[in-house]
């Protein structure tokens, strides 16, 4: 009797990156979760996701790269909001905050550069360096903020072409 195929999930692996970003669709949806679970357990949780987003912003309010894209520098309630979306993405395990419409309308107010988002993945990375954030969950982590910062640059360079303007590979305006 032939095995009955693993049904397919809704993609939350792309939650975790285990050994960098591979295909689970080999994995059960309870797999998925499960895996979901416990990297949330692995990397701390809540507390460790408020910790993370709030040494990330005081490292941003610093930055003279960074921290002009905001219009308003009330760094706690930015932390607050990016600890939220992590805590509902991972301990909700609720994949749809990750193309929540407010999100990506925060992301499409400018042109986000090649620099401005290595720069956010450096200070990101920063962060969880100064916390000394629990490996491998932090690698799993930034190989997801790689993609995610990569998703948001392209949101903001849609939205900036939709606009009519017109700039260079690197996002930076002719």
Same mark, same amino acid.
């Not at 301990?91 to 107010?109: E, I, K, R, V």
């Not at 930034?142 to 910062?149: F, G, H, L, R």
């Given at each position: 009797m032939p095995s009955t195929p693993a049904p397919k999930h809704d993609g939350k692996v792309l939650l975790v990156a285990d050994q960098g970003v591979r295909s689970a669709e080999h994995m059960s949806r309870a797999d998925v979760d499960q895996r979901v679970d416990d990297f949330y357990a692995g990397i701390g949780g809540e507390n460790f996701f408020r910790a993370l987003a709030d040494r990330f912003y005081e490292l941003v309010s610093e930055d003279d790269l960074l921290a002009p894209l905001f219009p308003v520098a009330d760094w706690p309630r930015q932390a607050e909001r990016l600890a939220a *979306?992590?805590? =509902?993405?991972?301990?909700?395990?609720?994949?749809?905050?990750?193309?929540? !419409? *407010?999100?990506? =309308?925060? *992301? $499409?107010?400018w042109l986000i550069t090649r620099e401005q988002r290595l720069r956010w993945l450096a200070l990101m990375k920063r962060a969880g360096e100064l916390m000394?954030? !629990?490996? !491998?969950?932090? $690698?799993?982590? +930034?190989?997801? +903020?790689?993609?995610? $910062?990569?998703?948001? +640059?392209?949101?903001s360079r849609g939205a900036a072409i939709a606009r009519g303007k017109r700039f260079h590979w690197d996002g930076t305006e002719k």
């Open positions: *979306h992590y805590i =509902q993405l991972y301990g909700d395990n609720d994949l749809t905050a990750a193309w929540d !419409p *407010h999100l990506h =309308q925060a *992301h $499409s107010h000394q954030a !629990p490996e !491998p969950h932090f $690698s799993e982590f +930034m190989t997801i +903020m790689k993609i995610a $910062s990569g998703e948001m +640059m392209a949101v």
